[in-house]
């Protein structure tokens, strides 16, 4: 098997990337004429051309050999050198997760302890991040991800590892409601607190408590579902949240389990070329067993 040279092909990357030799050169910062000899060598190795740059003309074309080695490498490149100055940079192996800050703090902890038992030399950086998860990945900031989004990105693959219900939670000195279809006439006028714009929950809850007067009044939102249990538990308003959110033994806030809404699915993520990476398919199969068990112990529901 002939080996590859990772300068070789980098230095083609951002020469096609880029669309001419010098602004590959001042990224990576050596002359223009070793920019012209990597990318010679290169297709020296592969035996064919890849560039064609013409006298006198800043721009180059891709080859139809070049345009479909870069095909082939533009979705992931600059995701795999930015884990391999990670993995240069620190001695100890790393593994960078991304996920919203109430899916690290009430689901995790259980996931981390058995993966720290089964990798105890691995540090596991928990990055509580609910947006641009997918940005981060690709940019080579974040190995996986835990999320309720699907980014829709094949750089990116996504595996359900659950679902859960979402319930209504209010102040504790409020009546609830007498059944589940009286939940949005009970709502009416009451004040509302929840996600942000475009978060599935937010979605989820106004489709519920739309009436024929019109969907909810939003009286807060926030980023997350943790931050929407805080506004509640004050006695600002109710919410739709996460069932696994609420514990019984809080005593400022009722739940009111929605089990005719739907499923809210949570995805285990990771970047397409660690597929296969020990470590990010051990968290993976973790997080498939571990959550759904924490979810059934928090919301007494069986796994």
Not at 100 to 116: C, D, E, G, H, T
Request: glycine share 6%.
């Amino acid at each position: 098997m002939r080996e590859v040279s990772l300068s070789l092909t980098q230095t083609f990357f951002l020469v096609a990337r880029e669309g001419t030799y010098s602004a590959a050169a001042r990224l990576l910062n050596i002359s223009y004429q070793s920019v012209a000899n990597h990318v010679r060598r290169l297709e020296q190795m592969v035996g064919e051309r890849l560039v064609i740059a013409q006298r006198g003309v800043k721009t180059i074309q891709l080859t139809a050999r070049g345009n479909s080695l870069y095909q082939l490498l533009e979705p992931e490149f600059e995701v795999v050198l930015a884990r391999l100055g990670s993995l240069i940079d620190k001695e100890r192996p790393v593994l960078r997760v991304g996920m919203p800050q109430a899916i690290f703090y009430y689901l995790m902890p259980s996931v981390l302890k058995a993966f720290n038992a089964l990798h105890p030399t691995v540090e596991v950086i928990c990055y509580e991040r609910d947006t641009a998860l997918v940005d981060l990945i690709k940019q080579g900031k974040l190995d996986a991800c835990v999320s309720e989004r699907y980014f829709g990105d094949q750089v990116v693959p996504q595996h359900v590892i659950c679902s859960y219900e979402p319930a209504l939670v209010y102040p504790a000195d409020w009546d609830g409601p007498s059944d589940e279809d009286s939940v949005s006439g009970w709502s009416s006028k009451r004040p509302f607190v929840t996600h942000e714009p475009g978060q599935l929950l937010r979605n989820i809850a106004t489709d519920i408590l739309t009436t024929d007067e019109g969907p909810p009044e939003v009286t807060i939102s926030t980023s997350g579902s943790s931050s929407v249990m805080r506004c509640v538990e004050e006695g600002i308003g109710f919410s739709i949240i996460p069932s696994w959110c609420f514990s019984e033994g809080n005593s400022l806030v009722r739940m009111f389990r929605l089990p005719s809404a739907p499923k809210v699915p949570i995805y285990f993520g990771e970047a397409l070329f660690l597929r296969t990476n020990p470590y990010v398919r051990s968290l993976h199969k973790l997080c498939a067993e571990a959550i759904l068990g924490r979810i059934a112990e928090l919301t007494g529901s069986p796994s």
